[in-house]
């Protein structure tokens, strides 16, 4: 006999870091997985050792890490464990990634700046991962820095299901923050049943991150309800401004979208503070207690989360889940 032929089984397992075991354990209740038991602790200098508790051979294996803070940690650990998965011989390793960290440093603003978001796919891929699943990314382009299958998924449809519900009867307006992020808010305003568009001019000083020097709103946005929307919220400059900007030029309230809730201090305060009637966030990245505040809602993305890798493990369709 010249072969030996096996019909063989896919299996699916799931693996989480130790940023936000919670989001990736919600995530195994909906695909009724459990999170693969592991190792995981700290040397003394800071090197970490992680070991799979479980045979993970053959396996379609999803690992998934929320970077929030300290990111570099969790983007060492991201990179040890799929490193560990590919010397156990799993099949198929996605990181799942629902915040891609760096993903602000797109490109070179000036010379002798990195890229660090490639940087980041690079050494993802050198680790071993073949695929990256991953939400609302800060600029599209950097599906293109990962070279392997990009799973991108959206969470419009989430906030925009849950604010077009709550705020069905106020005359809208969606508000991008920057010129950047137009685009974003015609998809917003789509959804929303044609509401108009404003954006604020947003001036920044390149050698101050996280510095915003001047705003103006370009866009009708008085007596509506203002939709400000944003991909993520750090330390809240951007928003806190723009919820002032609009009530200043009129708006009768402010509500505040966002995917990642970056929430770096002080955006609780600053948040509470701002004005807006409700910042509603998704779980992306943990938002501790201490970091939450009486306006916010946050919902969760692991139904889609866990839909896509159900797509993704049964060769289905992932851009399916957005279609309408
Ligand atoms: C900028 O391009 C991003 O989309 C966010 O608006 C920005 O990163 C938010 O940062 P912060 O909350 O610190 O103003």
């Not at 010397?87 to 891609?100: D, E």
């Not at 400000?228 to 951007?238: A, L, P």
């Not at 509470?272 to 009486?294: D, K, M, R, Y």
């Amino acid at each position: 006999m010249s072969s030996l032929s096996i019909t063989t089984r896919k299996s699916l397992m799931l693996f989480s870091g130790r940023a936000y075991p919670e989001l990736a354990d919600e995530v195994g209740k909906y695909l009724d997985v459990t999170v693969t038991p592991q190792s995981a602790y700290d040397f003394a200098n800071g090197e970490i050792f992680v070991r799979f508790e479980e045979s993970v051979r053959g396996s379609d294996a999803f690992l998934i890490q929320s970077c929030g803070v300290p990111i570099n940690t969790w983007v060492m650990e991201t990179l040890i464990m799929i490193d560990a998965l590919k010397r156990a011989s799993a099949k198929r390793i996605t990181v799942v990634l629902p915040f891609y960290p760096y993903a602000r440093q797109d490109k070179k603003h000036r010379g002798r700046e990195p890229i660090s978001a490639r940087l980041i796919s690079d050494l993802l891929k050198t680790a071993g991962a073949q695929r990256l699943m991953t939400v609302d990314l800060h600029t599209d382009q950097i599906q293109g820095f990962f070279d392997g299958p990009v799973d991108h998924l959206f969470a419009q449809p989430l906030l925009g299901g849950y604010i077009g519900k709550k705020y069905s009867g106020d005359d809208l307006a969606v508000v991008s923050p920057d010129s950047g992020r137009v685009r974003t808010a015609e998809r917003w305003a789509d959804r929303l049943g044609g509401a108009p568009i404003a954006f604020i001019h947003k001036t920044r000083d390149p050698s101050r991150p996280n510095q915003v020097v001047a705003n103006r709103v370009v866009g009708e946005v008085k007596d509506r309800t203002c939709i400000i929307v944003d991909d993520m919220i750090d330390t809240g400059g951007t928003i806190a401004k723009a919820v002032k900007q609009v009530l200043e030029d009129g708006a009768k309230k402010v509500v505040v979208a966002a995917t990642h809730g970056v929430l770096s201090d002080p955006a609780a305060e600053r948040l509470a503070a701002s004005g807006a009637c409700e910042v509603v966030l998704t779980n992306t990245l943990a938002i501790p207690p201490s970091h939450q505040f009486e306006q916010l809602t946050v919902l969760s993305i692991a139904p889609l989360i866990a839909k896509a890798i159900h797509e993704v493990f049964e060769d289905g369709s992932v851009t399916s889940l957005f279609d309408n």
